[in-house]
């Protein structure tokens, strides 16, 4: 059983910065990838950025790409989403999520921290 806890939202103007964080219960399950996801209200959850944790390897969906950046502390069991530029358009709930391989799904998922970016 893994237990996700994220922190490090809250409320910034637009063009401002935040760091999530996301840590892990144990560093003993079977960690392939975590990744960072997103809700909006009113809004589907959408996918934000993935990390392979062996390589490190990272993807992002193109709204994102050249203001956010992930990676994760290995010895800490700990992901970060580092958020730079935040526009209005960024506001949702973060979810930070875990797999245990390439072809599982996200089994494990933090309870969400609220991030609002205004104008």
């Known amino acids: 059983q893994v237990q996700l806890v994220e922190s490090g939202g809250g409320l910034v103007q637009a063009g401002g910065s935040l760091r999530l964080s996301c840590a892990a219960s144990?560093?003993?399950?079977?960690?392939?990838?975590m990744g960072w996801f997103r809700q909006a209200p009113g809004k589907e959850r959408e996918f934000v950025a993935t990390?392979?944790?062996?390589?490190?390897?990272?993807s992002y969906t193109d709204s994102v790409k050249g203001r956010f950046t992930i990676s994760r502390d290995k010895a800490k069991n700990t992901v970060y989403l580092q958020m730079n530029s935040l526009k209005p358009e960024d506001t949702a709930v973060y979810y930070c999520a875990a797999r245990v391989g390439p072809f599982a799904s996200y089994d494990y998922w933090g309870q969400g921290t609220q991030v609002t970016v205004s104008s």
């Open positions: 990390i392979l944790w062996g390589g490190g390897t990272t």
């Open positions: 144990t560093r003993t399950f079977s960690n392939y990838g």
